[in-house]
């Protein structure tokens, strides 16, 4: 099982920047989708973008054009660059790892970072 650890996250204002990084253990990340997940207070965790091992990436609505993920296979870590914040991309963000045939949500996670966009 492979170990996540994130950090990057804090405090800023609305329109500010922030990039998150998620460090992994193992090796085999270049085989794994990597994702970004977020769950904001009382709400659900939701997907905010993941990578494949290809390179293919998805994201939801609310964050494209802001934000880009990426991974660097020979650091084996995943980042979330997250520009132009909103007072709504306030939550814990999370690290998933997964092997291909897992489904979405499934696999490994980190402890969480925190991101607060203030107004």
């Known amino acids: 099982q492979v170990q996540l650890v994130e950090s990057g996250g804090g405090l800023v204002q609305t329109g500010g920047s922030l990039r998150l990084s998620c460090a992994a253990s193992?090796?085999?990340?270049?085989?794994?989708?990597m994702g970004w997940f977020r769950q904001a207070p009382g709400k659900q965790r939701e997907l905010v973008a993941d990578i494949t091992s290809g390179g293919s990436t998805d994201y939801t609505d609310s964050v494209k054009g802001r934000f880009t993920i990426s991974r660097d296979n020979a650091k084996n870590t995943v980042y979330l660059q997250m520009n132009s914040l909103k007072p709504e991309d306030t939550a814990v963000y999370y690290c998933?790892?997964?092997?291909?045939?897992?489904?979405?949500?499934?696999?490994?996670w980190g402890q969480g970072t925190q991101v607060t966009v203030s107004s």
């Open positions: 998933n790892a997964r092997i291909a045939v897992l489904v979405r949500g499934t696999g490994s």
């Open positions: 193992g090796r085999t990340f270049s085989s794994y989708t």
